[in-house]
């Protein structure tokens, strides 16, 4: 009888905290969804911010500038993360590739903002400025180990009678890599770097003191560059009402984009027909 | 370790200590296209072949058998030095392709000599037309005007151009088993190998895949040494002019099939082929 009792609400409490779960998830998606929704709209994603005081206006720089932080991340930490996971996927020995793997594991669990007091101190310091490059970098170097273990992993469930095949017909190691293995695991290594951008684009710690901020539009690299995570900040913390429901919408638009990178990259993988058997 | 489990078997049963011992009339019949003497292979510290020693003649088809772990796919793969991609493997003895030293040669150029056809298929996750003309590439001769009427000959030489010359440009992962290993014999074939190892080439395929290879493997030998590993004896009965019989990493007895089936010279080859052991 106790037994039963016992089983029973085990089982009850497991479920209500799966349950929790999913409906935390939900209500805050519902939630941003309703309160951004509301302050959404063409012009939010078109017209500057407007100064304090008027209202209306959009953060079409600090959307852009996202992008621009984007790409100079995926320019820095993309090509790092994938050689690295090449290589420690296809070449080296047991020592030198666990340590790798490590640091690499040990970089991924350092606390963001730790990486924003590295590129302010290795890029906005001697510069005496903030810039986009400031931020892309620090969101470039927490890509590396995220592109470089993923790439590795897919790398590795190539079957090794691919390479053997590559081999036997004269090829290099470095070779068989290129033309034979890489192409095969490419579906999954892209979907993995998608999913790594999309885990950067949400950070803000990072990005505070080394992109800052800007309320009209940067040009290149070199200035300071609004992005969306920073003016989700700014704004909410501000004390007036229409700059919190743009703060909203702001989480709005970057939840979307996240969301756009996690269904593009599932969509890669599960499309990988040619690239599977059967 | 296995090393002492094999010296182990070996103390009870001291006569297959020797290793065979090529008949004079055998090496008068045909010229050698591979001779193999005084080959060791380690694994690390556990050796795997003992001292083998054969004269694999020129344009025959040869068999291999033995029972599972006797070296025979091992020594296979010391012809084309496949054994490379493990670690800590290690030949010693001198194998000779047309008198030169194998173990010392150019490992590419090797390989093109001495093609390679698996026991899995493993054809590329490229089109039909890119896996036979992989080769090619790899080679050099991926910008020769010749490459498609390369990929014919070498399709129709694997029998398979009737059956693929509609679909070059589909994925070779469309065609059936049978279909995909004799993708792989024309991916083999396409660099015109002199020799052609085949490591158990049917063990996953059904009697009609299995008879079309032979049938196919039985029309190469005019063109190509052939040496292939079967767990199959009918396999070997049917297809090879010479059979060798390989016992836990010692070449028991070598020599026409006929011989090897009806007359063996030594007790284990009866034993095996009557199906006492292994």
Request: charged content about 20%; hydrophobic content about 45%.
């Amino acid at each position: 009888m106790r037994r039963k009792w016992v089983n029973g609400v085990m089982l009850g409490l497991t479920g209500v905290c799966a349950l929790s779960t999913v409906s935390i998830l939900l209500f805050i998606l519902g939630y941003l969804v309703w309160q951004g929704g509301r302050a959404l709209s063409w012009d939010f994603l078109t017209q500057l911010p407007k100064p304090v005081g008027e209202s209306g206006g959009g953060m079409a720089n600090a959307i852009v500038g996202s992008a621009k932080l984007l790409l100079v991340a995926a320019a820095v930490g993309l090509p790092v993360g994938f050689m690295g996971g090449v290589y420690l996927a296809e070449f080296g020995g047991r020592t030198f590739p666990f340590l790798v793997r490590y640091t690499a594991d040990l970089l991924n669990g350092v606390p963001s903002i730790v990486m924003g007091i590295f590129a302010y101190t290795m890029v906005v310091l001697p510069q005496h400025h903030f810039s986009a490059l400031a931020g892309g970098l620090a969101l470039g170097v927490m890509l590396i180990p995220i592109a470089m273990r993923s790439s590795e992993e897919f790398l590795r469930a190539v079957p090794q009678s691919l390479r053997e095949g590559a081999l036997a017909l004269g090829a290099n190691r470095w070779r068989a890599i290129a033309t034979v293995v890489v192409p095969a695991a490419m579906r999954g290594i892209a979907t993995g770097m998608l999913l790594s951008l999309a885990r950067v684009a949400g950070e803000t710690a990072p990005l505070l003191f080394t992109s800052f901020n800007n309320r009209y539009w940067s040009s290149g690299f070199g200035q300071p560059t609004a992005s969306l995570p920073v003016m989700v900040f700014t704004y909410a913390i501000s004390p007036y009402e229409d700059w919190h429901r743009q703060a909203w919408a702001a989480g709005l638009v970057l939840l979307a984009m996240v969301f756009v990178a996690n269904v593009g990259g599932r969509l890669i993988l599960s499309g990988r027909r040619i690239g599977s058997r059967g | 370790m296995n090393g002492s489990r094999n010296s182990a078997v070996m103390i009870g049963d001291p006569k297959i200590e020797k290793s065979a011992e090529v008949s004079p009339r055998l090496v008068a019949a045909h010229s050698a296209k591979i001779m193999v003497s005084g080959l060791n292979f380690y694994y690390g510290p556990r050796q795997v072949l003992h001292d083998v020693a054969v004269k694999v003649p020129e344009n025959k088809i040869t068999a291999l058998i033995g029972p599972s772990g006797c070296g025979k796919s091992t020594f296979l793969r010391t012809l084309n030095r496949m054994y490379e991609t493990v670690r800590f493997a290690r030949a010693e003895g001198e194998v000779l392709l047309d008198g030169e030293n194998v173990l010392q040669m150019d490992v590419a150029l090797l390989r093109r000599r001495v093609g390679m056809v698996f026991q899995k298929s493993n054809p590329f996750p490229k089109t039909i037309f890119e896996n036979v003309a992989y080769g090619l590439r790899v080679n050099g001769w991926g910008h020769s005007r010749t490459l498609a009427e390369l990929v014919e000959t070498s399709l129709r030489r694997a029998a398979l151009w009737d059956e693929v010359k509609d679909q070059l440009h589909k994925s070779a992962y469309a065609l059936s088993g049978g279909q995909q290993q004799r993708l792989c014999i024309a991916r083999a074939l396409a660099v015109d190998p002199e020799v052609l190892l085949l490591d158990e080439p049917c063990s996953a395929l059904d009697p009609i895949a299995t008879a079309k290879i032979e049938e196919l493997l039985f029309r190469l030998q005019d063109t190509c040494t052939i040496v292939i590993v079967t767990h199959n004896m009918q396999q070997a009965a049917r297809v090879a002019e010479y059979t060798g019989f390989f016992l836990l990493g010692r070449l028991i007895e070598f020599d026409e099939t006929k011989t090897i089936f009806k007359k063996p010279a030594r007790q284990e080859t009866e034993d095996y082929i009557t199906g006492r052991f292994g």
